[in-house]
């Protein structure tokens, strides 16, 4: 199977849609020898900050020496994005490799008169297989929509479970309130490993801590009282952390811009504080490795004169982390949107949190199956905002942006993380 091959083959998998539920994923995993039974897993579930806290134990682990896979969908610039090892991604040649293997798996599958995988059991499995072979140190496990019922919950005996924050989101398939995002999200819990919560609502956190106590499993929170920011630049925040246990952690610095990122750094500190017993990593390890964290399009500066961040948040408890960077960076400047959302989310939320602080607001299509029309995006704008313009493509739409825009005007690229391969 060469590599074009290789991705008419996962695409054409689309046509088997979404499907909640662990048989058909376990079943191909069965077939394929259980090699998620042989990685030492950190599985994390959330509805905004996994990625990021993934990505701050995965600067850590790398900068400790260790070899960190992470799976992560969907990816941002590239399909090998999807699987790591450290800021590495895989081959084209590995792909095509484990492709073919779980393409002959799968049509064996309905040929026994099983259903065939879908395009996420087939990547979930696919990066078991190549983990295993790789033989990393440690499995950074994101969760695809939900968590009880998502494919990557085959895993039996993660060395932690970690839940980052929930929001609203999803809510066709994962419920309308935050209490059942929550236990479809806690449903990664399991017997007797530890969980590791970012300090969500009280409402929600007594979800996880049920859940926990269900499981027979220690919970622990983020301790929100123990953060003191030091300092919130457009170079990188600063903070120090007090831990659930107590332990101290005096200058934390981090390349993440947004006042969340130093909650989702918290729980990154919390989570390798509680799997410690597996690695040796020192102080100035964890302190070298936040320092280094890489993640691409939450907040991302690309350009100062003008100003142009791209921001990837897609629902409205990011819209809300955005907005608050936006207020506490650039009073008295002019801001101005570049929006594009997908017909499946919450956008008019989105666009009511957003677009009061906007003095313009552009509206394209992005490249995504599943994009809101840029005529459409507009005019739900138009009901809370009166200066907004639709525009066809995002590249287009900012080069005409930059030449109008003064030196101190902020443009802000935001709605999905779908934009990412366009810029």
């Known amino acids: 199977m060469n590599y074009e091959e290789a991705m008419n083959f996962i695409q054409n998998t689309n046509k088997f849609g979404s499907v909640l539920g662990l048989d058909n994923i376990r079943e191909l995993l069965e077939r394929l020898g259980n ?62 490799f484990y492709m073919e293997k779980i393409k002959n798996v799968a049509e064996e599958m309905v040929k026994d ?89 009280k409402e929600v956190n007594e979800v996880i801590k049920n859940k926990a106590k269900q499981m027979h499993a220690k919970v622990t929170f983020v301790n929100s009282a123990g953060i003191r920011v030091l300092q919130e630049s457009l170079n990188g925040e600063s903070f120090s952390y007090r831990s659930s246990d107590g332990r101290w ?46 993640w691409r399009g939450r907040i991302e500066i690309l350009e100062r004169e003008p100003m142009v961040i791209c921001d990837g948040a897609h629902n409205p408890d990011g819209a809300k982390s955005l907005l608050s960077f936006l207020q506490n960076n650039f009073t008295n400047q002019r801001l101005i949107y570049i929006m594009g959302v997908l017909s499946d989310k919450d956008y008019e939320q989105m666009v009511q949190i957003l677009a009061p602080a906007a003095d313009k ?43 109008k825009a003064e030196k101190d005007d902020v443009i802000i690229i935001c709605g999905t993380l779908s934009f990412q391969n366009e810029l």
């Open 249 to 294: 952690y005096e200058k934390i610095e981090i390349p993440l811009l947004g006042r969340h990122q130093i909650n989702n750094a918290a729980l990154a500190l919390e989570t390798l504080n509680v799997i410690k017993n597996y690695y040796c990593i020192s102080d100035f390890q964890t302190e070298d490795g936040m320092r280094k964290t890489i």
């Open 113 to 201: 008169g099983l259903s065939h995988p879908t395009m996420f059991e087939i990547e979930t499995a696919l990066s078991f297989l190549y983990f295993l072979d790789k033989k990393v140190d440690v499995v950074l496990l994101e969760t695809g929509m939900g968590g009880r019922l998502d494919a990557t919950n085959v895993v039996k005996k993660p060395i932690a479970t970690v839940i980052a924050s929930i929001g609203m989101d999803h809510m066709q398939f994962l419920g309308d309130t935050l209490e059942k995002i929550a236990s479809e999200k806690a449903g990664i819990i399991k017997e007797g490993c530890p969980v590791i919560s970012y300090d969500n609502t």
């Open 361 to 403: 607001i552009y509206t394209v299509a992005p490249d995504n199956p599943r994009a809101l029309s840029s005529r459409e995006l507009c005019n739900c704008i138009s009901k809370y905002h009166q200066n907004v313009e639709e525009r066809q493509r995002l590249a287009e739409c900012l080069s005409e942006v930059r030449q």
């Open 35 to 96: 090699p998620q039974d042989q990685l030492r897993v950190v599985h994390i579930a959330g509805t905004n900050g996994k990625g990021s806290t993934l990505a701050f134990l995965a600067g850590i682990f790398r900068e400790s020496g260790y070899r960190a896979g992470r799976y992560v969908s969907p990816a941002s610039f590239s399909y090998e994005e999807r699987f790591r090892i450290n800021e590495e991604n895989i081959s084209k040649k590995d792909l095509c």
